[in-house]
Each structure stands twice: as C-alpha cells, then as structure tokens.
C-alpha cells in the first residue's frame, strides 16, 4: 500500500499538478470528497449486538461451610515441603523442580506468550524501512506517462523503453485513538500472566506429586518391615503346627491352614517390594533424571501429618491457587480483546511518510531536483462489511463470557475441593485415634499372653498368635497415617501451596476484580 500511495504521490507531481490540476479543478475535488465523506461517516458499521459479560461469582460463595475446620490455622508456605524436616525429601523436590519435562513446557509456553506480547507491542509502534528499487518498463502509448512513449526531445523523452529508480525512507504509524491497540496488548500481557500461573502450578503439582510418591516409598518400605514380622510370626506357627501334626497332636488341616496365612503375607511382601519399584520409577519419570541420577531413598520414621487451612477463605482463595489466577488473567484477557473487537468499528487513522529520490532515468536519480517528500494521513472508516466486526465481536463475548463461566465454575470446585479434604482430614484423624486406642487393646492382650508365655501358664504359639493381631493392626495403622499424609498434601495443594502473584508483570493494572461493564 505505501508503494502506491509513494509512486501515486511521485506522479502526481510531474503531471497532475503541472497540466491537469487547476485552482478550479481542487475545489471541485474538494467538494466532491466532503460530499462523499458525510455520507460515509453517516453510514458507517454500527454495532447491532453486544450483551453486558457475564456476571462474576459473589463473594458469599467463596467461604467454607461452618462444620469444616482443622485444628491449626494458616496458609502453606512457598516451600510448604519443608515442614516435614526431611533433608531426602527437599533434595528430591529440588531435584524435580530443576529437570522436571513438565516444567521446561510450562516455561516454553511462557517465553512463547513473552514474545507475542513484543510482537504485538512492535506492531503498534512506528515503523521505518528503507527502500530502493529499479524498474525496467516499456511506456504505454494510452497510459498516464504517454508522453514518454514516443521519441520526443522537447521533453528529454526517447522511449518507449525507460529505467525507474526510487531510494529512500519510509515510515508507518498508527495513531491508536480507540485504544485497540492498547487492548490487544493489555490482552497479550494477560495470557503472559495466565502462563506464569499455570507454569507455578505446574510447579506445585509437581512438587505435590513427589512429595507423594516419596512418602509412598515410606510408608511401602515402614508395611514391608512389619509384614516381614508377620511373616517370622507365621512361619513360626507353621513349624509348631508340623511338629504336632508329626507327634499325632494336631490334625493336617492346622498345619495347611497356617501355611495359607503364610502364603498370604508373603505375597504382601511381593506385592509391596513391586510397588516400592513402580514407585521409584514412576519417581525418576516425574523429576525427569537417568536411572542413575536419583538419589538412594533411605527409610525414616514417617511425620506426624501437619495441615493447616484458614478458618474463611474469602478472595485469599484466589491470591493462593495458581490455576485460578492463570483463568482469571485469561477472562481479563478476553475483555481486553472485546474492547479491541469494538474499537474495530470506529474510524482508524494512520500516517505514511517518505524521503528519498525518484526519478524515469537512473542518471537523474540523485539529483536535488529528483528529491521527493511525501506526508500521507490516512483515515480508514468501516462503512459495510456484510456483519464481519459484529460476528468478530460476538465472536470476543461468547469466549469471554464462556470463561467467566469456567471460571466461577473453578472457584467453586476449588471450594469443594478444600472442604472435602479437611473433612478428609479430619475423618481419618479420628481413625488414626481409633487404631491407636484398638493397638493399646491388643497390646494388653498380648502382653497377658507373653507373660503367661514367660510364667509357664502358656505356650510360645499362643504368645505368638497373640501378637499376629497386634502386628496387622500396625499395618493398618500404617496405611491410615499414609491417608492421613495424602490428604494433607492434597490440601496444601488444593490451597494453592504458598503461591502468590504480586511478582506478574502488570499485575498492579490489572489485580482488581475486571469491571462488569465492559
């Protein structure tokens, strides 16, 4: 386009103004454009439908219900892992954390969104290029330049066959009145920031999720020791129960009934060593690291679940879960781009400048007389587009509104999500409390036969088959503070870990609530 408008300017120059453009002939020209323009601008594309966004979730739906409490009261810390105190664990998260796969995507997306926000920042700036060019051309004898078709030496011209050159510098701008380019911005910066909140929560998850299977290491590895027990008690019991079988005490069925318990445990055993493999390897995966790369996982005593969780959570909800912060950037977005949508149908102006030299032969092309200078404002008004800006702009309101909808919907699940995993929690604590009082139970009554054992009163197999209970309630035990552990680390993600967003770029523009009237 500014070629054209470039070679229009240059030839209005040596002809139009020089035989054709009379004081008479602009004022004609002039009425006639006004006469043009008025309608044009009457005429111009309205917008016909826009609905107001659809409507944000109240306030009084983020909280929690009365009855759903912990014990302790707070938010997860940035390193929230680090409440366990387990120098193994801190080194694996730190581990993932570094050489994740799913974490150099979730940055790759974020360097991609940085470098639309430039490219669209680069756009609506000034725009400078330098220009040269030759043209070999053959003059038409009916065209605009029929004058240099024929030999004519009163004019300089010995045609019909000539060589054009143009040199120089050109510039663009936009003048973004409306704001469109503004918008398109601010909405590029938003799926910038979406990007930065969703690659934190794919920190937390990943974080979350080692921190999972490392206590499942834990507690396969605190099962393994205790079924190995069970299986010293049971093999205990099958060699008493042949040793009576073989003295004609005991009948056949005894002995086959304590070796299926036998058979039983060692088959946990197995069970559990796979699962410790499984584990492993599903671990590796996670921090992305060769099979020699993670570290050697060394069995300790399991914590004691520490969870904490406000007693209201208000908006806090929304500072502390990165995934809906990432959707609220997304619909702060998508009204950005409806505002865009509708500055489309308003009036667009832009200027077009260029300096340089123009001239029908090469040998006049640097000549001061060659020198050309053109100052194009440009006003472009959208008059009928067969309902193209209004598609566009219902288009900009449907997405928008659809993730106004994704996104109420994602508070409340995030609400949900919190309630049940501190009734979760709170649940299996009671259980934990539970087990513990039915051990101390069994306990007694072991230790009544133990001491029997020791006073003669009773044979070691009764001892022994006194303690079978008390060592699978333990296991039991196991499983349920295992529970008790998944759920908090579930609830610390639920709440977000420790993730704040005061650190996005343009987060002081856009961290109030996006305005309803857009």
């Known amino acids: 386009m500014t070629q054209g408008l470039v070679k229009q300017g240059t030839l209005k120059q040596r002809f139009i103004k020089q035989a054709l453009m009379t004081h008479s002939s602009r004022m004609t020209i002039r009425r006639m454009v006004v006469a043009v323009a008025l309608p044009a601008f009457a005429a111009c594309a309205m917008i016909h439908h826009d609905t107001p966004p659809a409507a944000m979730i109240a306030p009084e739906q983020i909280r929690l219900a009365d009855d759903v409490h912990l014990a302790g009261e707070g938010w997860p810390s940035a390193r929230w892992w680090s409440q366990y105190h387990d120098v193994q664990l801190d080194a694996l998260i730190d581990l993932a954390l570094a050489h994740a796969p799913t974490l150099a995507i979730a940055n790759a997306h974020v360097s991609q969104a940085r470098a639309q926000v430039e490219l669209i920042r680069a756009v609506s700036g000034l725009q400078m290029s ?26 300089g011209a010995y045609g019909p066959w000539y060589w054009t050159g143009l040199v120089g510098v050109e510039a663009h701008y936009d003048i973004d009145i409306w704001g469109k380019q503004r918008d398109l911005v601010r909405a590029a910066i938003g799926a910038q920031n979406a990007q930065r909140a969703e690659a934190a929560q794919a920190e937390l998850e990943v974080s979350s999720d080692v921190a999972w ?5 834990q507690i396969a590895d605190a099962t393994l020791d205790l079924l190995e027990r069970l299986r010293d008690e049971s093999a205990f019991e099958v060699e008493t129960r042949e040793a009576r079988h073989a003295r004609g005490l005991e009948s056949l069925t005894q002995t086959q009934q304590a070796r299926s318990q036998q058979l039983a445990v060692d088959q946990q055993i197995a069970q559990t060593r796979e699962q410790i493999v499984h584990v492993r390897e599903a671990l590796r995966a996670l921090a992305g690291v060769g099979a020699d790369a993670l570290p050697e996982i060394r069995p300790v005593p399991l914590p004691a679940p520490s969870v904490s ?27 950005d781009r409806v505002d865009a949508a509708k500055a489309e149908f308003y009036p667009s102006f832009d200027i077009t400048a260029f300096f340089g030299f123009n001239a029908l032969r090469m ?6 007389s060659a020198q050309q200078i053109n100052l194009i404002p440009g006003l472009s008004l959208p008059i009928f587009d067969s309902g193209r800006l209004n598609a566009n702009l219902h288009g900009a309101r449907t997405a928008s509104d659809t993730l106004i909808d994704q996104y109420n919907q994602a508070v409340l699940d995030a609400v949900r999500d919190v309630a049940q995993s501190a009734s979760q929690i709170d649940d299996l604590d009671h259980r934990v409390q539970l087990q513990r009082a039915r051990i101390d139970a069994l306990r007694f009554a072991s230790d009544s036969a133990q001491a029997g054992y020791q006073t003669g009163l009773a044979d070691r197999l009764a001892a022994t088959q006194a303690e079978e209970p008390v060592t699978q309630a333990r296991i039991a035990l196991v499983e349920l503070s295992g529970d008790e552990l998944e759920a908090g680390i579930v609830l610390i993600r639920n709440l977000g870990g420790g993730y704040r967003d005061d650190a996005l770029p343009g987060s002081a523009a856009h961290d109030a609530k996006p305005e309803p009237d857009r």
Do not use: C, K
């Open 363 to 368: 040998r006049d092309l640097f000549l001061h």
């Open 213 to 217: 299977l490392y206590y499942t290491i």
């Open 130 to 155: 330098a220009r040269a060019e030759a043209d070999r051309e053959r003059v038409s004898g009916h065209g605009f330049l029929s004058a240099y078709a024929n030999q004519d030496p009163a004019i």
């Open 309 to 335: 969780m406000p007693s209201s959570l208000s908006y806090e909800l929304l500072a502390r879960r990165p995934d809906l912060q990432a959707m609220r950037w997304l619909v702060q977005a998508s009204l």
